[in-house]
């Protein structure tokens, strides 16, 4: 899109920064601080028009700062509901995320794994695949015996240990070249893990996590820090405030990898796989190709309880 402003040029590029209707962009010859074209904002937004992750369009101009014209169709997007006295609007925690990065430790604190199984369903949801760290492995015997479950049934864990080293480096290669959101409880190690992937990262992104967990989520900026070598990270601590606002119980089944494929063998089509006779879920319960720990986590979402 050519501007006709004088001296102005166009330009692609990723939003790394979002803060108070500024957002820095990053290109190929630089970074801008751009705002928003007037026509982007016509009308009443139901939700985010740009925000970090976003390609965007941009005209920079004569004075070297920079307008946004044109947000590029989003592939994906990790997204809460912001109730606001005007109606319902999608907050975009981050656009066009690669994976969700989960990060719990095997001990201190004790690994929270119906708050895992509640992000995974609303990775699913969003169609972010998801990839799940088991931190502090040098605090526990056998850290498969917790996590193994989600190796079973086709997620990908990584073991890591600060402390020993163990799994820093596959880590790091499996967030090269990627945009990758950060999630998991308060203590389990995310800070830790990036300072020994890249010193002075877990610092960067923990002060900006700690302004967003106080809720000042109208004024702190959010923000993509790159990696050594290639990708970026942002730390996503909305996770936990997630609501799976749209989804019908009877959705449920579609979010858990090894139950989706039963569903059409149940007797009833509008099976809740509680009480049914017929049931090909609690079948599967029964002979153990289904985890009990799963099944009573899709039980709990299914009623709409917290983990």
């Known amino acids: 899109m050519e501007s006709d402003l004088p001296n102005a040029s166009t330009l692609h590029g990723l939003i790394l920064k979002a803060q108070s ?85 095997c001990a201190h604190p004790a690994p929270r794994l119906r708050m895992l199984d509640r992000f995974l369903v609303i990775a699913e949801k969003q169609r972010v695949p998801a990839l799940i760290v088991a931190n502090k492995t040098d605090l526990v015997k056998d850290p498969q015996e917790i996590f193994g479950l989600y190796e079973a049934i086709g997620y990908r864990v990584l073991y890591t240990s600060t402390q020993t080293g163990s799994g820093i480096d596959e880590l790091h290669e499996a967030l090269k070249g990627k945009i990758s959101a950060l999630a998991g409880p308060s203590g389990a190690g995310k800070s830790s893990l990036l300072n020994a992937i890249q010193p002075g990262l877990g610092l960067a992104v923990r002060e900006i996590s700690a302004a967003m967990d106080k809720g000042k989520h109208t004024t702190v900026a959010r923000q993509l820090f790159p990696l050594e070598g290639g ?46 006779p017929g049931c090909a879920v609690r079948r599967a319960l029964e002979e153990g190709t289904i985890h009990p720990q799963r099944y009573d986590s899709y039980l709990r979402l299914r009623a709409g309880e917290e983990e």
Not at 234 to 246: E, F, V
């Open 21 to 105: 209707g500024f957002f820095t962009v990053e290109t190929g010859q630089g970074l801008f601080v751009c705002r928003l074209r007037g026509k982007l904002k016509q009308g009443r937004p139901t939700g985010d028009i740009a925000a970090v992750g976003d390609r965007v369009q941009i005209t920079v101009l004569p004075d070297g700062s920079g307008v946004i014209e044109k947000v590029e169709e989003r592939q994906r997007a990790i997204v809460r509901l912001d109730p606001r006295p005007q109606g319902e609007y999608q907050q975009v925690l981050l656009a066009n995320p690669d994976q969700a990065v989960f990060v719990f430790a």
């Open 231 to 276: 990708g970026y990270v942002a730390d996503t601590p909305g996770w936990k405030s997630l609501a799976l606002w749209d989804t019908q119980p009877e959705e449920l089944d579609a979010y858990f990898p090894e139950l989706r494929h039963l569903v059409a063998h149940c007797q009833f089509s509008d099976c809740t796989h509680i009480h049914e």
